[in-house]
């Protein structure tokens, strides 16, 4: 009698002689055991980050028959996994800590004593976080009939995908439309190793075992004093080392930069702008010494840490993807190149998110995923990138939207401004916590919003109303005539309408 694994064996070597059709052609199926029959769909979206589950559930609420290929074993790619969701779990607890172990508690009248830390209990609500949401994506999928596939999904035809599975298999997904949706990666710096141990990515700094004495942290962008301001409110001395003359990454308004930079800093971050690492080396005691010196060139320094993090930014996940087997070459920064209704030069494929051109973030990869599977659909593909805020969850936080100053002045076009700061601001002060201001720009001829900044408590909430003004192309005597509900921090974004459109505010 044969056992099972020489049944397996016997059928798998007849199968090798079985003719099957694909794409219309007469091929032989050499199949093992471990791998699966061939799937039909109408969509396979490679990827589960926020881009990729959401347009395989708007797909698949359009009627087409969707499946998405994940190479990890959970759902909902970088951001929930090891990006926007334990990030800010671990801003928020921080911030909490923070008060109650400074003097704010105090100053409002809590007096606590013994207050301590327990980092692991910390971490395991992030985790817990992080566990619940990837796990409603499962759901999700069910609930709207998506098929998740767990393997590495590589494009072998302009209608295929082919899925290594985690067993050892494969499988086949013959399908209409492909949407390639497989985000980012943390970029490397040369000559740095990442060990993410005691040199760590931003996905090593949100897993600390412990709060190190030092922190190091090379590039003063969103992700750089988000996780800079963690592990200083958790006791950390922390300096950031940026090569540009600013803090807040790409796209920031400069005096709203400024002024982040003067509050970080009253909290006790340190900054090195202007300056480039030239290499980290680690000792024998353990610590890191980090060679520096200016971006214009000049005197070497060298500076010590327990933990150096590493966080230039993030480049396009675009290699092994089998791009080059249908002809799809990628542009000179590694990303996709597309039309306007994100299909690349094979029509059947399409790409969104950080694989293409335009800011790594995720809410534009959700917006790109849904209009992008519309498209499919035969339904208009439109999205405006200059209607797409910008956040940084530090404390205060920054958000913005739209045009900034200097890119205004750059482009010559004619504004004014409105500012209002949340000193002013009733509810700010009631809730002590003043720090910031509202910025707005609009045109000096028109009166149109054309980019909202905003410093402050629960800037990253306000924005989204600047976001709606600026996507129906309001006016600032629009909002400013929009009844707003009082004490809210938010009427300090009607009173920067106000003095942008008429001159001058009313409570300042």
């Known amino acids: 009698m044969q056992t099972w694994k020489q049944l ?48 395989a559930i708007k797909a698949a609420q359009l009627g087409f028959k969707t499946v998405c290929v994940e190479k990890n074993a959970t759902l909902g790619g970088t951001c929930l996994n090891v990006g926007c969701i334990p990030s800010k779990a671990l801003l928020n607890n921080s911030y909490l800590y923070h008060l109650a172990h400074g003097k704010d508690f105090e100053s409002r009248g809590i007096e606590i004593q013994g207050i ?11 985790s817990g976080a992080v566990k619940a949401l990837t796990g409603g994506i499962a759901h999700l999928f069910k609930q709207n009939k998506v098929t998740h596939v767990n393997g590495f999904g590589t494009i072998t035809g302009k209608n295929q995908v082919t899925a290594k599975t985690v067993d050892g298999g494969e499988q086949v997904i013959n399908t209409k439309n492909i949407l390639i949706a497989t985000g980012s990666e943390v970029t490397p710096f040369p000559g740095i190793e990442i060990d993410e141990d005691i040199v760590v990515s931003s996905t090593g ?24 301001s963690v592990w200083h ?93 249908v002809g799809i070459e990628l542009d000179n ?49 439109h999205i405006d990138y200059n209607c797409v805020p910008s956040v940084i969850y530090t404390h205060p936080e920054v958000a913005w939207v739209g045009k900034n100053e200097e890119q205004l002045k750059e482009e010559g076009v004619p504004y004014k401004i409105g500012k209002f700061p949340f000193a002013a601001n009733s509810r700010a002060k009631t809730n002590a916590d003043t720090d910031g201001l509202v910025k707005i720009l609009s045109h000096k001829d028109t009166d149109r919003m054309l980019g909202a900044h905003i410093l402050g408590s629960g800037a990253g909430e306000m924005i989204n109303e600047a ?10 005597e629009d909002v400013a005539r929009v009844c707003h509900a009082h004490p809210t921090v938010s009427e300090a974004f009607r009173e920067a309408n106000l003095a942008a459109s008429f001159g001058k505010a009313i409570n300042f």
């Open 333 to 381: 920064r590694g990303r996709i190149p597309i039309n306007n209704r994100f299909q690349t030069k094979v029509p059947s494929i399409h790409a969104i998110g950080d694989v293409v051109a335009g800011p790594m973030l995720a809410h534009k990869a959700e917006d790109e995923g849904i209009i992008c599977v519309e498209g499919m659909a035969g339904g208009a593909v």
């Open 467 to 476: 976001a709606l003004a600026m996507e129906y192309g309001a006016s600032c």
């Open 205 to 228: 700094a949100l897993s600390l075992k412990k709060v190190p004495e030092e922190l190091i942290v090379i590039g003063a962008g969103v992700i750089g004093v988000e996780l800079g």
């Open 116 to 126: 301590s830390l327990n980092l692991e209990k910390m971490m395991a609500q992030k």
């Open 8 to 55: 397996y064996r016997t059928v798998a070597t007849r199968g090798q002689h079985l003719p099957c059709k694909l794409h219309g052609a007469t091929v032989l199926s050499a199949r093992t055991y471990a791998d699966k029959a061939p799937i039909d769909a109408d969509v396979t979206v490679v990827g589960s980050g926020p881009g990729g589950y959401v347009a």
């Open 233 to 325: 409110r958790l006791g950390s001395k922390v300096t950031a080392v940026e090569f540009l003359g600013h803090v807040g990454g790409l796209g920031i308004d400069m005096e709203i930069s400024k002024n982040f930079q003067r509050i970080l800093q009253k909290q006790g971050m340190k900054f090195k702008l202007g300056t480039k690492v030239m290499g980290a080396t680690k000792r024998p005691d353990g610590k890191i010494d980090v060679a520096v010196e200016a971006a214009a060139g000049g005197k070497n320094e060298t500076l010590t840490c327990d933990v150096l993090l590493v966080c230039i930014g993030r480049r396009p996940y675009t290699q092994n993807l089998g791009l080059e087997s």
